[in-house]
């Protein structure tokens, strides 16, 4: 009897032992799997997001100094009211764009956009330019017509904003 109580005893501690051993196994090789596809997952999806987020960073801003053909880096217009009293305006302009290529548009077509910008400038209403939104009325309007000039000169309308970077007006 004792030798079945020695044999009952130590038949069940292989059983249990070989019964963990499988469970650390499986677990282990549970574990690896989990790893190794959230490592694949994660290298190969990394990829894909850095290019995207590549796409996505915009380019520094370039400023271009809108001069007239003198080499002047202000515009001068005489305005007049319709009482007949005269206005002067001086504007000192920078068109920004993050886009080398309209960078150098306006560089080669630098004496069309002054020649449009100077029209633009005196031709506007010296009473409307006195309020700050009046000022931002003009401004929109040289962005837009240098975004225009840009685009049919088959470039594409980069021009984020014409900024005026001094005005004055007496």
Do not use: C, W
């Amino acid at each position: 009897m004792a030798d079945k109580d020695a044999q009952a005893d130590a038949a069940p501690v292989p059983k249990s032992g070989k019964k963990k051993l499988i469970i650390i196994l499986a677990a282990s090789l549970l574990l690896v799997l989990l790893v190794g596809g959230a490592a694949f997952f994660l290298l190969s999806g990394g990829e894909d997001e850095t290019e995207v987020a590549a796409e996505n960073v915009p380019t520094e801003a370039i400023y271009i100094k809108l001069r007239t053909l003198e080499g002047r880096p202000m515009f001068v217009a005489s305005l007049e009211n319709p009482d007949g009293n005269r206005h002067f305006m001086q504007i000192y302009a920078e068109a920004k764009t993050r886009d080398p290529a309209v960078e150098q548009l306006l560089s080669q077509h630098m004496p069309l956009v002054v020649a449009r910008l100077n029209t633009l400038f005196t031709t506007s209403d010296p009473k409307a330019l006195r309020s700050v939104e009046g000022v931002r009325v003009l401004q929109n309007d040289a962005t837009a017509l240098v975004n225009r000039l840009v685009e049919d000169r088959g470039g594409v309308a980069g021009v984020e904003i014409v900024l005026f970077t001094n005005f004055v007006m007496q």
